[in-house]
């Protein structure tokens, strides 16, 4: 799966953009939209909120990938599943009760996403994940697009890919920061689902393109995966 991320859009025009990556009459278009949301207390930047993303949800039909960047998601974050987002990321360094908060979004109709950044070791949460359905390892420090790729996540997703392909964990592996034509192949290879891309889709002359150049690329880096 590809997800175009946003946060590297035009915000004057957020609807257009999100068309942009959509399907065409030559190509499939992305899985889903990524939109960062960001609060300035989790991290040091601020984006965009919960009307933002209902109107976003209104004028396309693109799923909705919701990454909260925000303290205290526990009490913030369902209503982006009630706005009708199709996964919604919480931070496991924000979130106070995560198995609640899981099941809390399931309840509400999204698919429950637990992020983590690059330093946050995955261990100390394998029991948690039980009640997640995608697991988002940021391979950038979250907070801005534009960020160089930090290759040594890619062990997290490994030992992700393992859990879920040996049926101790059942989730999508999404990775988010830094990818683009040079790291989505060893991404793709060390066992990723999703992949989020910002600059290097709305960067591009073509946005729609770009989605389509990376989807090419997993394809042929990691070609079992992709029929898997
Ligand atoms: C960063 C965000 C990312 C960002 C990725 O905090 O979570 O989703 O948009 O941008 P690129 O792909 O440019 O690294
Ligand atoms: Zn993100």
């Known amino acids: 799966m590809i997800a175009p991320s946003i946060l590297s859009a ?13 399907p065409a009459a030559d190509r499939p278009g992305s899985d889903w939209l990524h939109v ?6 989790f991290v040091p930047n601020l984006t965009l909120g919960l009307p933002v993303v209902k109107s976003l949800r209104a004028a396309t039909d693109i799923p909705l990938d919701c990454h909260l960047m925000i303290d205290d998601p526990d009490r913030w974050a369902p209503p982006y599943a009630e706005a009708g987002a ?5 931070h496991v360094e924000a979130a106070h009760e995560p198995v609640m908060l899981a099941k809390n979004l399931r309840a509400a109709g999204a698919l429950a996403g637990l992020a983590i950044k690059p330093n946050t070791p995955l261990d100390p949460y394998l029991e948690v994940l039980r009640h997640y359905d995608t697991l988002l390892v940021m391979s950038v420090e979250p907070g801005f697009g534009g960020q160089s790729f930090i290759p040594e996540v890619l062990d997290k997703v490994r030992e992700a890919r393992r859990l879920v392909d040996t049926g101790h964990l059942k989730l999508i592996v999404e990775i988010d920061g830094g990818i683009n034509a040079d790291t989505i192949a060893e991404a793709a290879e060390a066992g990723v689902d999703c992949f989020v891309a910002g600059s290097a889709v709305y960067n591009a002359d073509d946005p729609g393109r770009a989605v389509e150049a990376l989807r090419d690329t997993v394809r042929h880096s990691a070609p079992q995966r992709w029929e898997g």
């Open 10 to 22: 035009d915000f004057a025009r957020l609807a257009d953009e999100a068309v942009a990556v959509g």
């Open 36 to 41: 960062d949301v960001m609060d300035a207390h």
């Open 86 to 90: 199709t996964n919604v990321t919480v």
